[in-house]
């Protein structure tokens, strides 16, 4: 990451710590710059190097994958980050509120809220986006 680049990270991670935001897991791609994102925002909020899921697929994935990534989460799990990249991150965020939200900054998020749905059932617009940020914004 670059110096911007970890200061953004930085900068996210302390706003979800700030609004009281832990995720369960943080699923992550393998791609370095990924990687040291999820490493700065996993300090920030605190949490053990356990909850850091490196995926390998999310690497340059398609909708399609993201979707089966997010499907097939245990039910267990009730808040997972997703460290992925554009455009797919971007289309998963609107494709799941079927919101415009448009292109999703690098260290920048989307919060969505599912309700009380089964992971495997969250599907097009079955979602609310709460907040989206870039760290320019924060």
Do not use: M
Request: aromatic share 8%; net charge negative.
């Amino acid at each position: 990451l670059t110096d911007k680049g970890v200061q953004d990270a930085s900068k996210a991670g302390k706003y979800l710590k700030d609004k009281k935001l832990f995720p369960d897991f943080i699923f992550t791609s393998h791609a370095l710059r990924a990687v040291g994102t999820a490493r700065l925002i996993t300090d920030q909020l605190g949490l053990d190097e356990g909850k850091l899921i490196v995926q390998e697929d999310l690497y340059e994935a398609s909708l399609r994958i993201l979707l089966r990534i997010i499907n097939e989460l245990d039910h267990k799990i009730h808040t997972v980050l997703i460290i992925g990249h554009n455009p797919s991150i971007s289309f998963l965020s609107e494709f799941r509120t079927e919101g415009l939200i448009g292109e999703i900054s690098p260290a920048g998020f989307c919060i969505i809220n599912f309700g009380d749905i089964n992971w495997e059932n969250v599907n097009k617009g079955s979602g609310k986006s709460i907040d989206c940020e870039s760290p320019s914004d924060i």
